[in-house]
């Protein structure tokens, strides 16, 4: 499993870029900016160690996540308007970084007996909570809450994983299919703008705004 | 204690059908609604399970959770409009799950050798918590905060509770005693439309706004 | 360690007071000024004994955490005015109360065999969550993340605090020093209203605004 701890540091490194970029946006002082950048970081699997009882919590005995955060933040802080214009390359990033914490959560569900359809939870969990923390401790509506197709992403390729994994497919065919529809599904919706249908479309009978 | 799981199932359901009005009032997406009706509904639970250290968290391990909150989710979104119609309807419900949630909560910490007087706390925490979660992502002041009165019917009704397990009071006369005390208050408090003194009432050395 | 005990009670009194000052300020009734006095004392310590999995939690199991908070609570309701007058007292029970919190939190880590400089961080989370939930709940932007220069105080008397306790140095010795810095830091940036940098003074490469 190197490949899964490889591709976690390049989650925690991706959600950290992306975290102290938008504190860096909001001016926050360069102790807000790496709060921010740890907490979002790290989040998404506290929350889920927290719910499954993994004590301590993996980041106070592994010195490569605060590493990592640390590279990510000077990167940010150093790098500023370059990595804005990287956007098209930020979102390959960013959607393996989805992907990856999607996969390791839902993974450290099976291994302790969790229902394959709950450790989907999981997933999503350690994907999205982060970037939730985040936006509460910045005084936001998580973007999550309006624009779900990117959950839903993260969930639909959950589903798939749990289905192979259950279909007994060995993990170096199932984990490139997920991370393949995840990517998909995430850049058919980007380029077709694509939404999850709120109350108010609903009602008018339309499925985007 | 069949009935307290019963109890428990239909707390849930309530739990998720007002998480998800009030994220469909907000135009969140679909992923928007489910995520604050879960988080809602198991929020209290999650938040007490974690003090006392009950890992994993109940709802990992039990699919009653997803799916009650799947077919609460579901009605509110199907039903919005009859459901807001039932607003007398609702109370009762309502209330029936904070008082059982309550409940429920001082059990969890009385079995661990909890001291009573604390234990009603955590049974304030599994009714309220969930509800300033919500507010909290949906980037409100907790309702709460400011309508502490049905806090307070809680904890009072707590007290009387924990008095009568210190008496040795059986719970099948227990348990309707502290769900009719609850009851009584925010029935009362509602019809008289009292609230809690704030400081600046204090000041005027009047009761309430 | 009865020092540690005792300054660990007055930092939750401070706490409270600061807390419930704030949430009289915002005009929350009676109810909202305990939760929030109480879940900004006891938040911090809470947040670090769940990351380190010590539970269940300390204060469901100890009664002098609910009484001094009751107290410190009381304090504010009654003598409000008055207390706003004493700012300088304050700062000097603000700053004790911060000093205390984060060299507990850091030997909370140490003790259990965390490497000493992440210990640093669970000083810090002790030190600072509480304030960060505190203002979370009342739908702020957390005030240490535009004004980190007391964060700071506290990682830079953590970061000597550590060193210290490598070279072996007996506790009734780095205890005070670690204080004394941490009392200095503050004193020394509130007199000349310094400030961390953000990221708009590194473009204009002045050091405040």
Redesign the interface.
Do not use: Q
């Given at each position: 499993m190197e490949i899964i701890i490889l591709l976690n540091i390049i989650s925690v490194f991706v959600f950290s870029i992306s975290a102290s970029l938008s504190?860096?946006n909001?001016?926050?002082?360069?102790?807000?900016?790496v709060?921010?950048s740890f907490v979002t970081s790290v989040g998404g699997g506290?929350v889920r160690d927290?719910?499954?009882?993994n004590?301590?919590?993996a980041?106070?005995?592994d010195?490569s996540y605060?590493v990592t955060i640390f590279f990510g933040t000077m990167a940010s802080?150093l790098f500023?308007k370059k990595l804005n214009k990287f956007k098209r390359t930020y979102f390959w990033f960013d959607t393996i970084a989805l992907s990856t914490t999607t996969i390791i959560g839902i993974h450290k569900?099976l291994d302790?007996g969790?229902?394959p359809?709950?450790s989907v939870?999981?997933g999503l969990i350690s994907a999205v909570f982060g970037g939730?923390i985040r936006d509460?401790?910045?005084?936001?509506?998580?973007l999550?809450?309006?624009?779900?197709?990117y959950?839903?992403a993260c969930i639909f390729g959950g589903i798939i994983y749990v289905i192979l994994y259950v279909l007994e497919v060995k993990e170096y065919i199932s984990m490139p299919v997920t991370i393949g529809i995840i990517i998909c599904i995430r850049y058919y919706s980007i380029k077709h703008k694509l939404?999850?249908?709120?109350?108010?479309n609903?009602l008018r009978g339309i499925k985007n705004v």
């Amino acid at each position: 499993m190197e490949i899964i701890i490889l591709l976690n540091i390049i989650s925690v490194f991706v959600f950290s870029i992306s975290a102290s970029l938008s504190a860096i946006n909001r001016k926050f002082d360069m102790f807000g900016i790496v709060l921010i950048s740890f907490v979002t970081s790290v989040g998404g699997g506290t929350v889920r160690d927290i719910l499954l009882g993994n004590f301590p919590i993996a980041w106070l005995n592994d010195l490569s996540y605060p590493v990592t955060i640390f590279f990510g933040t000077m990167a940010s802080f150093l790098f500023t308007k370059k990595l804005n214009k990287f956007k098209r390359t930020y979102f390959w990033f960013d959607t393996i970084a989805l992907s990856t914490t999607t996969i390791i959560g839902i993974h450290k569900g099976l291994d302790v007996g969790i229902n394959p359809f709950i450790s989907v939870t999981l997933g999503l969990i350690s994907a999205v909570f982060g970037g939730i923390i985040r936006d509460t401790l910045c005084n936001e509506v998580p973007l999550v809450f309006r624009k779900g197709i990117y959950a839903s992403a993260c969930i639909f390729g959950g589903i798939i994983y749990v289905i192979l994994y259950v279909l007994e497919v060995k993990e170096y065919i199932s984990m490139p299919v997920t991370i393949g529809i995840i990517i998909c599904i995430r850049y058919y919706s980007i380029k077709h703008k694509l939404n999850l249908p709120n109350y108010k479309n609903k009602l008018r009978g339309i499925k985007n705004v």
